[in-house]
C-alpha cells in the first residue's frame, strides 16, 4: 500500500513538475535572444551598460558614463534595437493612450500605449519608444510606472548638462 501511494504521488508531482519546468526553459528563449541581441550591440558600440530592465519582449538599457541608452523589443521572432545618444536630447515626455470603451455597459478606461518620446535638440524628428501596446501584449505589468521611472533615470542623464550651461 505504501509503495501504491509513493508511486501516486511520484506520477501527480511529474504532471504537475515537467510541464511547468519546461514552459520556464523553453519560454525563455526568445527573452535570451532579446537580451543577446542588446549585449552584442552594447559590444559593438563600446558601451557600458549599468542600468538594465527587460519585461513583456522588452529590454532598456543605459550607459551613464556616455549617455546612451539601448531599448531592444522583441517581435514576431525578430529583434529591434534602438540607439539613442542623450547627449542630442533636449527633453522627455511620458505618452499614455488611454481609450473610454462602454463594456457591459460601463463607460471604462482602459489603457492602450504608454510610450516615451524623446524630443531632440536639433529640427530632427523626435524618436518614440514604446512601452506598452495592447495590440501586441494585452498584459499590463505597471508599463506607466516603469515609464515614469525611465523618463526619470534619463533626465538625470540629462540635467548635468543642463547645469553646466547655465552655471557657464
Excluded: C
Excluded at 505504501?2 to 511547468?20: E, Q, R, S
Excluded at 552584442?40 to 551613464?64: F, H, M, P, V, Y
Excluded at 501584449?137 to 547655465?166: F, G, H, S
Amino acid at each position: 500500500m505504501k509503495i501504491d501511494m509513493i508511486l501516486v504521488f511520484a506520477v501527480v508531482t511529474g504532471l504537475v513538475a515537467i510541464p511547468y519546468i519546461a514552459f520556464i526553459l523553453f519560454g525563455s528563449g526568445r527573452t535570451k535572444k532579446l537580451s543577446t541581441r542588446l549585449k552584442d550591440e552594447a559590444k559593438l558600440k563600446g558601451l557600458n551598460l549599468e542600468q538594465k530592465e527587460n519585461w513583456n519582449s522588452r529590454e532598456i538599457a543605459l550607459d551613464t558614463q556616455k549617455g546612451q541608452l539601448l531599448f531592444g523589443q522583441l517581435l514576431d521572432d525578430t529583434v529591434t534595437v534602438q540607439h539613442l545618444d542623450l547627449n542630442t536630447i533636449s527633453r522627455i515626455l511620458v505618452h499614455e493612450v488611454v481609450v473610454s470603451k462602454k463594456i457591459d455597459g460601463k463607460h471604462q478606461q482602459t489603457l492602450e500605449a504608454v510610450n516615451l518620446e524623446f524630443i531632440s535638440k536639433t529640427a530632427e524628428a523626435s524618436r518614440m519608444l514604446s512601452f506598452y501596446d495592447s495590440e501586441i501584449d494585452p498584459a499590463q505589468n505597471y508599463e506607466v510606472k516603469r515609464a515614469k521611472k525611465w523618463k526619470e533615470l534619463i533626465e538625470a542623464q540629462l540635467t548635468p548638462a543642463r547645469r553646466t550651461a547655465v552655471a557657464a
